[in-house]
Structures are given as C-alpha cells and as structure tokens.
C-alpha cells in the first residue's frame, strides 16, 4: 500500500523568507510525486511533479521541490514567500505502473505580512 | 472546454434521499477520478477510471457508493440513501494517457453536498 505523509498540518512563515513545506511518502516500487495546491474557494491546482530524472524539480510560482529516495521525502521549497502564496498545499505519490493516486491531509501555509 | 466541469456546484439533500453528481473531464483525457474531501481534511480517493478498463472501485466507501463512465466522457457518481456523514465536497479529476510522462491531474470546482 501506498501512503503520504504531511507532519505538519499549519505552516508559518514571514513574507520575503524562505518556506518549506514538508512531505514523506512509502510506496513499494518507483514513484512519481506531486503537489497540488488549493486557494480559498478554488479547486486544486498542479504545481509541480516528479517522474524520473533530475531530483530537482521546478514548478509554478517560484515553487521548487527535491526528490531524496533514501529519505522518501518529497519537501516543498520557495526562496521568498509571498502573502499570495498563502494557501493549503497537498503532496501526493503514484507508484509507476499503478493508477491510484494517493494525497496527503494537506498543509496549510499562512505567509505574515 | 477549457477545464473539467462538475455539477451541481452545490447540492442539499435530505438524509435516506438519492443523489447523482457528474463530471465533464477535458476533452482527451482518459484517465478520470472521483475523491471526496471532507471539511478540513485531505483528498479521500474513491474510485478511477481508465479508458475501457474496469474501473478502479477500492475507494468507494459502501455499496451506497457507484459510478459509472460512458467511453472517456462523462462520469456520475451516485450516492443512494444518503448519510449525514456524506456531506462533503465531491472531487472530479482528470488525467492524460500514461503515454509521455504527464500524469498530473486536472480537478474540477467540486460540488459540496450537505445533507441534512
């Protein structure tokens, strides 16, 4: 079975420094890892995905994030928050070959002006 | 369209009362999926559909639970004598064919469902 863990259910951080938003994951063959996030009274939206290759990968709105198998961890990173980047954030992990895609309970990330 | 549409944005119902919800995913997608999100919590997977393939159905609740999808368009989901405990938002997403690397999910507005 396939999980994704997010251990920290509310992030804060000041406007301009920079943010990590934490994800570990357990699958039993390769993965293939994604973040999604939801503004205020919109849907989800994709940010950003790893499938194979280099371990750091970019996305939208500055949002980068680092692949490290030995850790099985999946963090997401920005240099320097915005207030806009205010948001509920989700991790989520495929095992290749397999459909099913499981999310993690989502962090919400609160950026003080 | 542009995106993947989902109706009723939002639906009140009585307990024991049936309800159906549908999914419109963008034109070529043939992977679709059905999550429910309850208040303040992550996505709960409920069912997949690829293509002609049977569908995936180990997330579907209670037998409460059934949806169906004509070919690669729209899916319903139904939910039969519905529970208070159904309340929550209904997630409709959907994805490329596996083919090139693009297996990020495209998700609709949701439809919240209250029952009361």
């Known amino acids: 079975a396939q999980s994704v863990a997010q251990p920290e259910d509310q992030v804060n951080v000041a406007e301009g420094n920079p943010l990590t938003v934490k994800c570990t994951y357990s699958v039993s063959g390769n993965p293939y890892l994604f973040w999604y996030v939801q503004y205020p009274n919109r849907g989800l939206q994709f940010l950003l995905k790893y499938i194979t290759g280099d371990n750091l990968v970019k996305g939208s709105y500055g949002f980068e994030a680092e692949f490290n198998k030995s850790q099985t961890s999946f963090h997401l990173k920005k240099p320097s928050a915005l207030v806009s980047d205010s948001a509920l954030y989700f991790c989520a992990v495929r095992e290749a070959g397999y459909q099913k895609v499981t999310f993690g309970t989502g962090t919400k990330l609160q950026v003080i002006p | 369209g542009a995106g993947v549409s989902q109706s009723p944005s939002n639906k009140v119902t009585e307990k024991g009362k049936d309800v159906e919800l549908r999914c419109d995913p963008i034109?070529?997608?043939?992977?679709l999926y059905w999550y429910r999100q309850r208040l303040g919590q992550g996505l709960e997977f409920l069912i997949y559909f690829q293509g002609n393939s049977a569908p995936d159905k180990s997330g579907l609740p209670s037998d409460r639970f059934s949806a169906e999808r004509t070919g690669e368009s729209v899916s319903t989901l139904t939910i039969q004598r519905t529970q208070q405990e159904d309340s929550a938002v209904y997630l409709c997403?959907?994805?490329?064919?596996?083919?090139?690397?693009?297996?990020?999910?495209?998700f609709g507005p949701g439809t919240r469902l209250t029952v009361t």
């Open positions: 997403a959907s994805s490329y064919p596996q083919a090139g690397g693009r297996y990020e999910q495209y």
């Open positions: 034109s070529g997608h043939t992977a």
